[in-house]
């Protein structure tokens, strides 16, 4: 089974490195309320989301993007 947090993480950590990924994951996680372990659907939609407003910040619009898109494709199972 696969597990949404470590994929969000894997797929952040080769652009802002692994332990700055999972601070980010985990910090959002913490603001929003929630545990790794109990993420809906659609919790984890409104996390993703989230992400990439902040994303924006440390890689840029254009790069944020493509990163919410290959994050998005992976939760759905999608190469």
């Known amino acids: 089974m696969h597990d949404p ?9 080769p652009v802002i490195g692994e332990h700055m990924s999972r601070a980010v994951v985990t910090g959002s996680l913490e603001r929003m309320g929630l545990t ?5 659907a659609a919790e984890l939609g409104r996390l993703v989301h989230q ?11 254009v ?12 939760l759905e199972g999608k190469p």
């Open 5 to 13: 947090i470590e994929t969000i993480i894997a797929t952040l950590a």
């Open 63 to 74: 790069k944020a993007k493509a990163l919410i898109e290959e994050l998005n494709r992976k």
């Open 36 to 40: 790794r372990d109990r993420v809906s």
């Open 51 to 61: 992400l990439g407003l902040g994303l924006n910040v440390f890689v840029g619009r």
